[in-house]
């Protein structure tokens, strides 16, 4: 029951939203539902239902591990929000408030769909509904990110439709009756077409890998972070991409049971440390601190893809990564994008001297990249170690080599881009802009508790969380 | 039955090639709307005499979407931006056909390479659908303005739907219902955003769109 809730309050609250008056409280709408919406999740982390396997639709261990880290970093988004569009009330809101509860809506149901197309439906609408919130500042610019956004993320969701019919035609093929729940598929195991299987590993592996912003196909994710306002390139990080990955995750467990879960495991592998090396390549060279983020997050996408290739462990870490990377990621947009209202512009060429300007949002910028480049003793440091750890104990030493030249690199490109627009000295127009700009509590305190979250992650890992994660691989590799 | 079936599959690849030949776009879109129609009419023969109602509501869906609504807003949009009729390939018209033909061939010869189920045995359905796969990649890659890779996009879609034609009768409707819907809110959003890219551009030529690069 609480299951479906999670779907229909924020849906709920969207059409709330759409019908409501006035721009001036309407941003009010997200962290009600917003906290809702945590309140159910949090209740379902810590009193786990009991989800009947032949359910198309449940809280079971993956969404278990996964959706509460959405929701808590959609809750702070959300209070976020509302000092944000106080900044923007010359432009309405009505669409953006509206869009902004749908995809939490849908992807609750992404994170819960426990049926191939069902969850093919979900991560669908979600693409669409993140459309809006997209060109929510109306320039050129953001139109064009816009364009590529829906023409690439289209192109994936239809490739990855194809690869869901393909695993149904492996089943149909296996003598299966159609059902196409994850739980009847991995049950069929070894009687799937092998062909089949692999011909849907590949497409699935593409169309959600799109989603997700896997190298090469994450050519969407630099404009569309870049343009979209902070709080969207927070969602979409920290939110869009993980449901994506589950769903790889889902799919990898019917794969696996189809006895090709080493090739699985091999092409996980390869593309991680090819989206790694892409991002470290362009971290290097990019001088716009918000698209910095973007090639930041296929990294960390790389990073989720390897650890998953390492089996059981490497998942239990992936998950873990999941958390670390979601409320990091999430003050890296809220305080990159305090940034960039007060400098007026988005490339280190124009900025420099934030730290003069806006001390907080610069300190919490600092702070957050050391986080994402993991430095201890912050989530991101403990969650790399388990997938370091992971690799050496499954015996991909090559591999950690090369996990760990990524980091390297992508800790130059950071620091290379962030030192740049924090120190020196600021132009006199991006002073008289940080004097119009005003660092009030609104916009410090969300990136700030999210920073503590990642801290309080890495330090004292809650209990719940572990046996979450462990429920969670369970479910993906059941024991024989 | 199977032999009308594959008429209607040969016409939908011959379809695809005149999509790739065709250099003005008034042209493109009513290749794109025909194919829609004839792809609405196979799930008609597929079933064997026993016409089910869900069956028949996926063709009307299919033939009024594919066939009529979605082209009607496309051709909407190319008068409301008024752009040139010419479509300015990319990849050149005789180059994009003979890939297309190069990718018929290999649809075919992948397609025989997978195993089939008897009752799809002798069918083009897997063929048919990698080559309008096929060929909507040549056309999202090779035309530069934004209507004609929408046509590109449908050309794809209408790829997953020929092979989604092999599940027809095992996946249950909301699977099916869910896959339509989703395919005309999605264009109806592409054509809100051509719309808006033409107010910004006065163009729709996507080569414009490069303010953001490295």
């Known amino acids: 029951m609480n299951a479906i809730l999670l779907i229909v309050v924020p849906l709920v609250g969207a059409v709330l939203a759409a019908l409501w008056p006035t721009n001036r409280t309407r941003p009010w709408f997200l962290p009600v539902f917003g906290f809702v919406h945590a309140a159910l999740c949090f209740g379902l982390l810590v009193h786990p239902p009991t989800v009947p396997p032949d359910a198309w639709l449940g809280f079971d261990p993956l969404a278990r591990a996964v959706l509460p880290a959405v929701s808590l970093l959609f809750l702070v988004c959300a209070v976020y929000a509302i000092a944000y569009l106080r900044v923007r009330d010359e432009r309405p809101n009505r669409v953006f408030v509206a869009s902004l509860l749908s995809v939490l809506g849908l992807l609750s149901a992404g994170h819960q769909a426990r049926h191939l197309g069902l969850l093919w439906i979900a991560t669908e609408a979600v693409t669409l509904a993140a459309v809006p919130l997209l060109h929510f500042n109306n320039t050129p610019r953001a139109f064009e990110a816009t364009w590529k956004y829906l023409l690439v993320g289209g192109t994936g969701i239809a490739l990855s439709l194809l690869g869901s019919l393909c695993l149904g035609y492996a089943s149909l093929h296996g003598g299966g009756k159609g059902d196409l729940t994850f739980v009847a598929l991995t049950a069929q195991g070894a009687g799937l077409s092998r062909p089949w299987v692999l011909a849907a590993w590949v497409l699935l592996l593409v169309g959600y890998g799109t989603k997700m912003g896997l190298a090469p196909m994450h050519t969407w994710k630099p404009d569309a972070y870049g343009e979209a306002p902070g709080i969207v390139g927070a969602i979409l990080a920290g939110g869009v991409t993980t449901v994506a990955f589950t769903a790889l995750l889902r799919v990898r467990s019917v794969v696996n049971s189809a006895g090709e879960g080493a090739i699985a495991n091999r092409t996980f592998l390869a593309i991680g440390l090819f989206s790694m090396l892409v991002a470290a390549l362009f971290l290097l060279g990019t001088r716009d601190y918000k698209r910095m983020l973007a090639y930041s997050s296929v990294e960390h996408m790389g990073i989720l893809s390897i650890a998953a290739s390492f089996g059981g462990i490497g998942v239990w870490a992936a998950l873990f990564h999941v958390w670390s990377n979601s409320l990091t990621k999430g003050t890296l947009f809220m305080s990159a994008g305090n940034i960039r209202r007060a400098a007026g512009s988005p490339s280190m060429d124009s900025v420099c001297g934030m730290a003069a300007v806006v001390p907080r949002s610069a300190a919490l910028f600092v702070a957050g990249t050391f986080a994402i480049t993991a430095c201890p003793p912050f989530g991101p440091f403990f969650s790399e170690l388990k997938i370091l750890l992971a690799a050496f104990k499954t015996g991909h030493g090559t591999a950690a080599v090369f996990f760990l030249a990524g980091l390297l690199f992508a800790f130059f490109g950071l620091t290379r881009v962030v030192f740049a627009i924090v120190d020196g000295r600021p132009h006199p127009a991006a002073r008289a802009g940080g004097k119009r700009f005003r660092e009030t509590a609104g916009l410090i305190a969300p990136p700030l508790l999210l920073l503590i979250l990642s801290l309080w992650l890495g330090l004292f890992t809650p209990a719940v969380l572990q046996d979450a994660w462990s429920a969670a691989v369970l479910q993906l590799f059941p024991p024989l | ?214």
Request: glycine fraction near 10%; hydrophobic fraction near 55%; aromatic fraction near 4%.
């Open chain 2, 1 to 214: 039955m199977i032999a009308t079936l594959n008429l209607l599959i040969g016409l939908a690849m011959g379809l695809n090639l005149l999509a790739l030949g065709s250099n003005r776009l008034p042209a493109l879109i009513r290749t794109v709307s025909i194919q829609g129609m004839t792809l609405g009419v196979m799930p008609l023969l597929l079933e064997n005499h026993n016409l089910d109602w869900r069956i028949l509501m996926i063709a009307v869906a299919t033939v009024a979407g594919k066939g009529l609504l979605i082209p009607g807003l496309l051709r909407r949009a190319m008068r409301a931006a008024n752009i040139e009729r010419e479509i300015n390939p990319f990849i050149g018209l005789v180059p994009s056909l003979l890939l297309g033909a190069l990718g018929t061939i290999a649809a075919v010869a992948l397609a025989s390479a997978l195993p089939l189920l008897p009752e799809h045995v002798g069918s083009l359905l897997v063929p048919g659908a990698l080559a309008s796969v096929l060929t909507g990649f040549i056309l999202l890659i090779g035309r530069t303005k934004a209507i004609s890779q929408v046509c590109g996009y449908l050309i794809l879609e209408n790829g997953i739907y020929l092979f989604g034609l092999l599940l027809i009768k095992a996946t249950p409707l909301l699977v099916e219902a869910g896959v339509l819907l989703d395919l005309t809110v999605g264009v109806f959003v592409l054509g809100i955003i051509v719309d808006r890219i033409q107010r910004a551009f006065d163009s729709l030529d996507t080569r414009k769109l490069t303010a953001l690069h490295e």
